[in-house]
């Protein structure tokens, strides 16, 4: 019996998972290439990062205790993981090409101006 099998079997399954995630991410990045090659692409990623709010700042009242700052805490936190997927999907897109992120916040394509 080899003592070493498991540490080999754990090194070999790490290297396949870190496989399996090299190709999620190069599939990642080609949907995002693929979303900026056109029109409706880019103005779906733009309505996305508008829905996310990643540019905008949350006003908080006084800091209230109780059940009033219970909520205004509760909001924050919706607001901040909100932000947190807009911002990963911007990191992703500028990952993807570095010339997409330019493209998809300079230019306004679409006529509601998203």
Known sequence: MDIFAPYEQAHRQEGEARQR??????????????????RQGRLFLRWLVHQCQ?????????GDSGAAGAHEAARLAFAEGRRYVGMTLLHLVQ????????????????EHDV
């Open 95 to 110: 990952r993807s090409d570095p010339g997409n992120l330019p493209k998809l916040l300079e230019n306004r394509e679409d």
């Open 21 to 38: 995630m090299e190709e999620a991410e190069r599939q990642l990045r080609d949907a995002v290439n693929s979303l900026m090659a056109q």
């Open 54 to 62: 990643c540019f905008c700042a949350l006003n908080l009242a006084n």
